[in-house]
């Protein structure tokens, strides 16, 4: 090698530690720029490398999150995170901008979030030693840092003040924010408290710092503070500091500290050492509150530690684990803290065509448990007996609570549910007889109390099988017969396409769903997809009541036999509490039907305009719940799915009349001309997007717009298109009365006479606008169902909408339409004459849509002539 060679090495190998160094100081200058999932850029880090700002790689969906970690750490433990949680696909770029400081968008360039509004240029910015992403402006002056602005972590040197807030996450693995907060409020007491997730509104507070003078209010606390040392304090107006943590017992040394808000709902202080080669791995919790939060959440309302009829017990490290009792199931597979449902219906109508409530219900013993705030009557003085007998007698009871010789009966739903020793009674939890309890070996499910009549067959099948041959070759042969039998369904289950291993769909018979649906006699509905019948098909050991969809329209030709499979099984794989859950299909010669989960209050359409119009609070959660779901079938499957056919007919409630879309994914079943519009386009008229008409490529959006006309219904309770109002009143058609009270600045009008709307009227006011967005005829104007959810909800600002045309395209759609269905009815003699129906169709659904005059011109020359 020559010299000139080497010492140019050398001059380099001198520079590399300090170029490392400008690298790591934590300065990041205005236009730099971070791509989700490039590999060949790196985070911004802080001069110690203790602290990264980024994109990190999520466990599933292959998505990112922009935050700020730990960086020497091996798990990666994340302390502040943007967008509210939201994650972003890979290509999705943040980047700092002397305007705007720090801009998130996606990989089409379209901004997603920002830092909050600054006043002054930002110069540059730093990722600090203390956890801290910071944007200067001009003379070093701090515009903006993370800090101040915190998700669900505080870190040391962190300070919280009045009516600062710290969320907590939906789960262990969602950011998005959950159902906990803590908060410092004016009176100067720093709280823990359960939120509505809709409305944000507060629920009762389960733990306080008791730092409010009510005398004095200078005396009270005004500010959280977490210092280099680890000790979370309340500093009060006369400079008291009243600590929150441990007093003592800090470990010493190189430690790391953080205070966060679990997504389960309690704040606990964590510490990890520092050095890499240390023994610990994962973060110590060295103080939490609440100590018991499945006692402490004492709130009339919500759903408390766990969810509606759930059962919460604390472990040895006072954490919450929820369980659901004997005879319910989760409501969403995928949260084990949410809500459970019961499996079976208590219906006082069926109970009064028995003899006795005993022939239908039996009763489990719980101990220890209750749910404190679901009374509804008392007995007292009271035997177990009359408690027992009380409860199986009457309809409305879900669960008999006896505590000396009280007993407390409670009906659904069941909140704030415990299992503690501090209840010390009983719990006589109802379910249907024949319905056996779920399997022990899943861990959501409690162990059962193990009656008398267990234990002595326990106790006789053990001496059977220590000394009974007989016994023994008769058990055997059954087991034989019994892999037999699951050797068969194997067979069947592979006849028809699906392995065991594929999917857990139940593969029904024709001759099955005939038996269970008693000969198709009981029609619930039908559509364009199939009519609907009600049916109980048998799930293990219990009979559950379903909705059987024959799809008649689907077609049967032998090469789409497999991309029906593949439908099916892409449906089936669905999970989600917003979606009617799929249990099985049939796919048998001619015959294919859908097995779907009963939704015991009917469709969003019956209950939306029928004669009382339902309260405000439950048709804002319907329309955040239809919007989650259509969140989730747009880009959270594994496989996209457009619905296609968003209407009230396709939205189902269910027992809690939560919103459950049905009918999602068929779209692809179905033969191009089989939909309801009788053309090549899909969905039914009032709910259908402007790009069907016109030749142009249908994506996501298509369902935005007609989750916007459904948003508009629901405001509102009327129906978009108002046949007795077709004489010319602006109110005919919903979505025109809607834009022209926006243009004249009336919306009140939408809602006149609806006193609880309209004490809520900025909620209602967001609504609208998110529904005039999501109606905008261009596609690349209508939010994505994501953001649309965002706006609903609140955590995203609602932009004043576009001032629409006077006629919105929902007017053209059915003025066309309607053309074409009178012209469809005259002979087709006629029609090919004058070439009228081809005008008209054409017109009105594949070459474009026709302006008001051209149609209204059309249908002058068609009556004039009929």
């Not at 267990?454 to 000394?467: A, K, Q, Y």
Request: proline share 4%.
């Amino acid at each position: 090698m020559s010299y000139p060679l080497l010492y140019t090495l050398f001059c380099f190998l001198l520079l590399l530690p300090f170029s490392t160094v400008a690298q790591t100081n934590g300065t990041v200058d205005v236009g730099a720029s971070i791509t989700a999932g490039d590999n060949s850029t790196t985070p911004w880090l802080s001069a110690s490398q203790d602290f990264a700002f980024g994109f990190i790689k999520l466990q599933y969906n292959n998505l990112f999150l922009l935050s700020i970690w730990y960086y020497k750490i091996p798990n990666q433990t994340i302390v502040w995170y943007a967008n509210e949680g939201v994650p972003v696909s890979a290509g999705s770029k943040v980047g700092i901008t002397a305007g705007k400081g720090l801009v998130l968008s996606d990989p089409q360039g379209r901004e997603l979030w920002s830092s909050p509004p600054i006043l002054n240029q930002v110069a540059y910015g730093s990722m600090s030693d203390t956890g801290s992403f910071v944007l200067f402006g001009g003379g070093s002056v701090k515009i903006w840092e993370s800090f101040k602005d915190p998700t669900d972590t505080l870190l040391p040197t962190q300070i919280m003040e009045f009516d600062g807030v710290l969320f907590s996450r939906q789960s262990e693995k969602n950011f998005s924010r959950g159902r906990f907060q803590l908060r410092l409020l004016k009176d100067g007491n720093l709280v823990l408290n359960t939120r509505d997730l809709g409305t944000n509104f507060a629920y009762d507070a389960y733990y306080w710092s008791n730092t409010s003078d009510g005398v004095n209010v200078t005396n009270s606390g005004y500010r959280v503070i977490f210092n280099e040392t680890g000790y979370i304090f309340v500093l009060t107006g006369s400079n008291q500091r009243v600590l929150l943590g441990p007093t003592t017992g800090l470990p010493s040394g190189d430690y790391y500290y953080r205070a966060t808000l679990d997504f389960d709902g309690v704040f606990t202080l964590y510490y990890h050492p520092k050095t890499e080669n240390a023994d610990q791995k994962t973060w110590t919790p060295l103080w939490s509150e609440p100590d018991n939060i499945c006692v402490d959440i004492r709130a009339s309302e919500g759903r408390g530690a766990c969810g509606f009829n759930s059962i919460c017990t604390i472990d040895d490290n006072k954490r919450p684990n929820c369980s659901c009792p004997e005879g319910f199931s989760l409501l969403d597979r995928n949260d084990k803290y949410g809500d459970c449902k019961p499996n079976f219906t208590l219906s006082c109508e069926e109970d009064a065509n028995k003899s006795s409530n005993g022939d239908l219900y039996d009763l489990s013993v719980l101990i220890d448990t209750d749910w404190p705030l679901s009374d509804y009557e008392q007995l007292n003085p009271s035997s177990e007996e009359m408690c027992r007998n009380s409860c199986l007698q009457d309809c409305f009871c879900a669960v008999a609570i006896l505590r000396g010789d009280s007993c407390w009966k409670k009906k659904l739903p069941l909140s704030n549910g415990r299992k503690d020793i501090g209840v010390d009674g009983k719990a006589f939890m109802k379910f249907r007889t024949g319905d056996l309890p779920p399997s022990t070996t899943d861990p959501r499910f409690p162990l059962r109390d193990i009656k008398k009549n267990d234990r002595t067959l326990i106790v006789v099948g053990s001496v059977l099988l220590g000394s009974s041959v007989f016994v023994n070759v008769a058990l055997l042969a059954a087991f034989c017969l019994g892999s037999s039998v699951i050797y068969q369904k194997k067979i069947l289950n592979g006849r028809h396409g699906f392995g065991a291993v594929e999917t857990n769909l139940c593969c029904f018979s024709y001759e099955e769903l005939a038996e269970a649906t008693d000969g198709f006699k009981e029609e619930l509905g039908r559509g364009a997809f199939g009519i609907v019948y009600g049916g109980a098909v048998q799930m293990g050991n219990s009979r559950t009541s379903v909705a059987v969809k024959k799809l008649d329209s689907v077609v049967r030709e032998r090469e789409r036999e497999k991309e029906f499979r593949t439908e099916v099984h892409v449906i089936g794989q669905t999970h989600h509490k917003n979606l009617v859950r799929l249990v099985g299909f049939c796919d048998q010669g001619e015959h294919r039907m859908l097995v779907y989960e009963f939704m015991s209050n009917g469709t969003l359409a019956s209950f939306l305009f029928g004669e009382t119009k339902p309260s405000w609070n439950q048709r804002s959660e319907i329309a955040l719940g239809i919007a989650r779901g259509l969140v989730y079938l747009h880009e959270e499957c594994s496989t996209q799915i457009i619905h296609c056919d968003i209407k009230p007919q396709n939205i189902l409630l269910d027992d809690y009349y939560s919103a459950r879309i049905a009918d999602f994914g068929l779209a692809k079943l179905l033969m191009i001309n089989q939909s309801q519009t009788n053309t090549g386009i899909r969905g039914t008229r009032g709910y259908v997007a402007p790009e069907w008409f016109r030749n142009k490529p249908v994506t996501a959006k298509v369902d935005v717009y007609s989750f916007g006309v459904l948003l508009l219904e629901i405001i509102t309770c009327r129906k978009n298109v108002e046949a007795s109002e077709m004489g010319g009143d602006e109110r005919a058609i919903l979505t025109d009365w809607v834009c022209y009270c926006f243009l004249k600045d009336e919306l009140h009008a939408l809602v006149e006479d609806d006193s609880e709307a309209l004490n809520d009227w900025r909620k209602v006011q967001r609504f609208l606008m998110v529904g005039i967005w999501c109606i905008q005829e261009d596609p690349s104007q209508r939010p994505t169902m994501r953001k649309v959810t965002q706006m609903l909800e609140g955590v995203v600002e609602v932009p004043v909408p576009p001032s629409p045309s006077q006629f919105s395209f929902a007017t053209e759609e059915v003025l066309a339409e309607a053309v074409a269905e009178y012209v469809a009815n005259l002979s087709s003699k006629f029609a090919q004459e004058r070439g009228i129906f081809t005008v008209v169709v054409g017109a009105g659904s594949v070459i474009h849509t026709p302006s008001i005059k051209t149609v209204a011109r059309i249908s002058t020359i068609v009556q004039s002539n009929a």
